[in-house]
């Protein structure tokens, strides 16, 4: 009979400490199998700071899928933006990622040992699970690409030779049903298979107040079969096939803050917008977000025992990935956005080698050797919609016809009704790895620990297929603005001599003309100023106040800049990168049950590129580009053409690709275990190099890279077993955590977020040097508390997980107001009967804890900001029948 596991009562810790309560006074030693390094150990003496949550765990504390795993690992977070396959990865407050195809995770998932290069890949249901690993810190040495932070290491159930099986189904509110069902036995003597499969439906718990259809639903099944070939003691073969599904609508937003084009939008052009902040999870829109996913792949671990001290390990694997979405974009019930679609088609092939072995139990060492290939398309179009020229026409005052008569464009050239860009980009990612690792035996109780690796990343990107309908797109607001008044002074603006004078005599007034400002209030009107032949003027003084051509930027209105293809004569859209990642280590054994060790560690992720309409040429390049006749015509005027406005004003500093990212981390701790349970305290010190960091602004994302990032912490996994209460079982765990930016120049930016125009900064790009990282709590806990009684017809099973987080700032872009403490509670209550059969009632976020997961500025609406609001409570019934 399968009994509720006082592991699952655990959590995080309890497995972490490698201990099994019993119904008697005192806990008892259960040895707990670890692969976090690459082998077989039993996680008392890994001297690394890891979180191992059983597979009992996820099943009675109905952790459905990885997003959920957070709950009882406070060092890790996962958050989910936008759409279902855009999810973020965060280890100890470090990972990136999600909305941009090009920026690889810096928390590396491993699925049976089979790297997944997008989040989107990993977010199907746990089934069959038997651990999942949680790898705290750079593990770059073993892991190779993608594990600066860390890794999420998820391991499946393999297949038995004694027919088994368990089916299942869950009935929820929402009208949540999930099913699920496993079946698994030979096929021969030396042949096994199993078979489990799922699906998970449910309603959207966004209602949508306007005519699209609801957000926030569950509407995928996966499917997985494997085979295990054990034809002798020495060899063993297991083959691994996937698939899996995703259709859904998400994600739904709450406006917490609402700008001056909020009533625009609703008084003068009859659209609806999202409810206000209230949790009352509304949202306005004319459709739904709708992201489909289809993942597959096929891998094949061979595993021979060349002789008594010698193991050969082969991992090969063919994996596909699509995601489409097709994202309504600015949440309202207008089409300010038309089409906003992208495509994404990821395939990857990769194959690793290891060799390990020990030498007279004084050394044990491993060789390996990793290689992969991935080609990635992404198809992207954001067009504008019917409404986007008479609300920008509102916004500017009706300034679109005469710039457009200004410019030699005809009426109603700008913010046309489909109108937009579209483009195709490609990249090729080659990387190759050689690692090692050696633990040598100094003394009986001494061990220290030497890795080195050898990486290498060759990236080519092809930036093509760009159309442009939307010729606003590429002006130079900058110049046309300068230009128009130069020309009313009477200077040239052809002639530098003429320009460069003027700027000498005049450096305040040619200042603001080449600098973002906003002039514009509600309702269009220049605040403050009159206008005069074009210009914003000072009624007392007539003096220009700023270009008003650029309050189309500062509103957000220029999102789709000029985009140059590339290669190019001057981009050769390539990027090769290199590095040896390293790990020092001493563990020394105290006592029998204490282990205190101290680490040093060196991570590396590779350059990343920016694959989306935002991309930009590095300041350096524009020149020679202007120079090589790569750039569009920015404007009508034959005023110089430089790059557009948002390269001109060298927005956020965004660039085509951000450099290689670079962790090291130093960490002292110790592992003790004592009659009545565990500890575990980690203390570690971060510093994260070129940290990359892809940030949205409401009109775009900025690719950029921050100079140093630093972190503190001390990190606690305990697990008590109160001898006085039998089959009690009390874990509780926490991290707390102090990250700033050493050097953060030229961060994105705006108005009311970490450096504002009170700060005397402009929107665009600010300094975030000494200011603390957003987004991570000085302090996160997990308490769980478990209760198991046996009785005559099988065993009760108790339980309540308490998971809290400190307050916090969300992002760096949003205003400090803007914040999320964390206090939920989940709990469950089971039967267990002796014929196999159990029944679990359980509730997540039990207590209707209310905060935001993360938010943004509102698309194209300057000064309003949107939030995620978490997830309701949400309860059901599940009944699971095991044979």
Same mark, same amino acid.
């Given at each position: 009979m399968k009994m509720f596991s006082k592991a699952a009562a655990l959590g995080t810790t309890a497995i972490l400490c490698g201990l099994v309560g019993t119904t008697g006074a005192l806990a008892q030693v259960e040895t707990i199998t670890v692969t976090s390094q690459k082998r077989e150990q039993t996680l008392q003496e890994v001297p690394i700071a890891v979180s191992v949550v059983q597979g009992e765990t996820l099943e009675d504390a109905q952790i459905i899928d990885a997003i959920d795993l957070q709950s009882v690992v406070p060092s890790l977070r996962v958050s989910q933006l936008e759409r279902s396959s855009n999810a973020t990865f965060i280890i100890r407050g470090q990972g990136n990622g999600a909305n941009n195809p090009g920026i690889e995770p810096s928390v590396a998932v491993y699925i049976d040992g089979v790297f997944r290069s997008r989040a989107g890949t990993a977010l199907s249901d746990l089934m069959g699970i038997e651990r999942v690993e949680v790898l705290r810190g750079p593990q770059s040495t073993l892991f190779g690409k993608n594990a600066t932070a860390g890794v999420v290491s998820i391991i499946t159930e393999e297949p038995q030779f004694q027919f088994g099986g368990q089916a299942e189904i869950t009935l929820g509110n929402y009208n949540s049903v999930i099913t699920r069902g496993s079946l698994t036995g030979p096929i021969s003597d030396n042949l096994a298979f199993s078979l489990s499969g799922s699906v998970n439906q449910r309603d959207g &718990?966004?209602?949508?107040?306007?005519?699209?259809?609801?957000?926030?639903?569950?509407? $995928?099944?996966?499917?997985?079969?494997?085979?295990? /070939?054990?034809?002798?003691?020495?060899?063993?073969? $297991?083959?691994?096939?996937? &698939?899996?599904?995703?259709?859904?609508?998400?994600?739904?937003?709450?406006?917490?803050?609402?700008? %001056?084009?909020?009533?625009?939008? $609703?008084?003068?052009?009859?659209?609806?917008?999202?409810?206000?902040?209230?949790?009352? /999870?509304?949202? %306005?829109?004319?459709? %739904?977000? @709708?992201?489909?996913?289809?993942?597959?792949?096929?891998?094949a671990q061979a595993d021979w025992s060349l002789n008594d001290n010698l193991t050969l390990s082969s991992i090969t694997s063919l994996r596909g990935y699509e995601d489409f979405i097709d994202y309504e974009g600015d949440f309202t019930t207008l089409e300010l956005l038309g089409a906003n679609v992208r495509g994404l088609d990821v395939d990857t092939f990769s194959q690793e080698f290891r060799l390990t072995g020990d030498w007279n139990d004084r050394a044990y060492f491993l060789l390996g050797a990793y290689y992969s290939t991935e080609d990635m398309t992404v198809d992207d179009s954001r067009l504008y919609g019917a409404d986007t020229r008479a609300y920008v026409d509102i916004l500017t005052g009706g300034a679109l016809g005469g710039l457009e008569a200004a410019t030699g464009f005809a009426p109603g050239s700008f913010f046309a009704d489909g109108g937009g860009t579209t483009f195709t980009a490609e990249q090729t990612d080659e990387q190759f790895q050689i690692f090692s690792q050696l633990d040598f035996n100094l003394t009986d109780r001494l061990v220290l620990t030497a890795g080195l690796a050898y990486f290498q990343s060759e990236k080519e990107v092809n930036f093509t297929n760009v159309v442009r309908t939307n010729p606003f797109s590429d002006l130079n607001l900058v110049e046309i603005g300068l230009g128009s008044f130069l020309a009313s002074a009477g200077v040239d603006p052809n002639d530098p001599a003429q320009v460069g004078a003027f700027a000498a005599a005049q450096p305040a007034i040619f200042n603001q003309f080449v600098s973002a400002s906003s002039t514009f209030n509600a309702v269009g009107l220049a605040s403050g100023g009159v206008l005069v032949n074009g210009v914003v003027v000072d009624p007392n003084t007539g003096l220009p106040l700023a270009n008003p051509l650029l309050d189309f930027f500062a509103l957000g209105l220029q999102p789709l800049g000029a985009l140059t293809p590339f290669p190019n004569s001057v981009e050769d859209g390539r990027t090769s990168d290199s590095d040896t990642p390293y790990t020092v280590r001493l563990a020394f054994d105290a006592t029998d049950r204490t282990n205190v060790y101290a680490s040093f560690s060196r991570g590396f992720k590779a350059s990343s590129w920016n694959l989306t309409p935002d991309t930009r040429p590095a300041s350096g390049d524009v020149a020679a580009l202007r120079q090589a006749g790569e750039l569009a015509a920015d404007n009508a005027l034959g005023l110089p053409t430089i790059v557009n406005t948002a390269e001109a004003l060298g927005v956020a500093g965004n660039q085509r690709f951000a450099r290689p990212e670079v962790t090291e981390t130093f960490e002292i701790g110790f592992k003790t275990r004592f009659s009545f349970g565990s500890l575990d305290v980690a203390y570690f010190d971060q510093t994260v190099t070129d940290f990359q960091s892809s940030v949205f602004q409401g009109a775009g994302f900025a690719v950029i890279n921050a100079g140093e990032q630093s972190a503190t912490g001390l990190e606690f996994d305990s697990v008590f077993y109160p001898p006085s209460i039998d089959g009690l079982t009390i874990s509780l765990s926490g991290i707390w955590m102090d990250a700033q930016y050493d050097d953060f120049q030229g961060a994105p930016v705006v108005s009311g977020g970490t450096v504002d125009l009170a700060d005397g900064v402009q929107d665009g790009t600010g300094d975030l040097s000494g200011r603390t990282v957003a987004g991570i709590p000085d302090f996160a806990g997990?308490?769980?508390?478990? /209760?198991? $009684? #046996?009785?005559?017809?099988? #065993?009760?099973?108790?339980?309540?997980?308490? @998971? /809290?987080?400190?307050n916090v700032r969300l992002l760096e872009n949003l205003p400090e107001s803007i914040s999320r403490q964390v206090n939920t509670?989940? %709990?469950?209550?089971?039967?267990?009967?002796?014929?196999?059969?159990?029944?679990?009632?359980?509730?997540?976020?039990?207590?209707?804890? #209310?905060?935001y997961t993360s938010g943004f500025p509102t698309t194209l609406q300057s000064g309003s900001f949107s939030v995620y609001p978490n997830q309701p409570r949400t309860y059901g019934v599940t009944l699971r029948k095991s044979f």
């Open positions: &718990y966004y209602t949508n107040t306007g005519p699209g259809g609801d957000f926030n639903n569950r509407d $995928r099944w996966a499917v997985r079969g494997q085979l295990l /070939y054990v034809p002798n003691d020495v060899f063993s073969l $297991r083959v691994i096939a996937d &698939y899996d599904e995703i259709d859904e609508q998400c994600c739904g937003t709450d406006r917490l803050l609402d700008g %001056a084009a909020g009533p625009v939008i $609703r008084n003068f052009l009859g659209g609806q917008t999202s409810a206000g902040a209230g949790f009352n /999870y509304e949202i %306005a829109t004319d459709f %739904a977000n @709708q992201n489909t996913i289809e993942n597959s792949g096929i891998s997990s308490l769980g508390v478990q /209760y198991d $009684r #046996e009785l005559s017809f099988g #065993e009760l099973l108790l339980r309540a997980d308490w @998971q /809290y987080e400190s509670i989940n %709990a469950s209550v089971g039967v267990n009967f002796n014929n196999g059969l159990e029944a679990l009632l359980w509730a997540r976020n039990l207590n209707e804890d #209310e905060y």
